[in-house]
């Protein structure tokens, strides 16, 4: 990894599809209105950063650390998230269209997703605890041997979770979500 060190910097109205982001690590810093559509950001760190209506689609993450980094309004499909560094990952999001995205087999213990769209991501293996799922559509979303125990669910809609695949002790649901959980059974509920 190239050993340059950004703080404090703002980024805004970027297009990193024509010109790379320089490899490197990124502290306290803000993308605004950046585009990065499948751009390669491996090997680089964010840490303490904001995201805010970046386009980040389909961009390639190998290795890529990210600590405390909040995405806000941001366009995100297809990212596989799985492949970033697990030490000390923390992210949060908010408005962000995150179809398509993979989560499979990391820790997202007390992550917020409030107001996401979800569908078709990938839960497989993923530790859920504590996670908020505040207003997101998880049309067709995958969980299997997921550990949802203590999430809240009670806003989230189109979801479909199979409790005898995923631990979902203590976790939170509606009245109107418990069709997510009985989906398997081709009842109906009135």
Known sequence: ??????ENITFEKMNYKEKALIKGEYENCSFRSCEFPETDLSGSRFIDCDFENCNLSL??????SLRNVKFSGCKMLGINFSYCDPFLFSVGFD????NIASFNSIKLKNTVFRNCSLQEADFAGTDLTNVVF??????HAVFR??????ADLR???????????NKIRKAKFSNHGL???LDKYDIEIE
């Open 1 to 6: 990894m190239n050993n340059r060190v950004s």
């Open 95 to 98: 408005n962000c269209i995150l």
């Open 179 to 181: 069709r997510g959980l």
């Open 59 to 64: 961009v390639k993450m190998n290795t890529t």
């Open 134 to 139: 505040d207003d997101c559509d998880l049309g």
């Open 155 to 165: 806003t989230a809609y189109n979801f479909s979770i199979d409790p005898e695949e």
């Open 145 to 150: 041997a997921a550990n949802l125990e203590k």
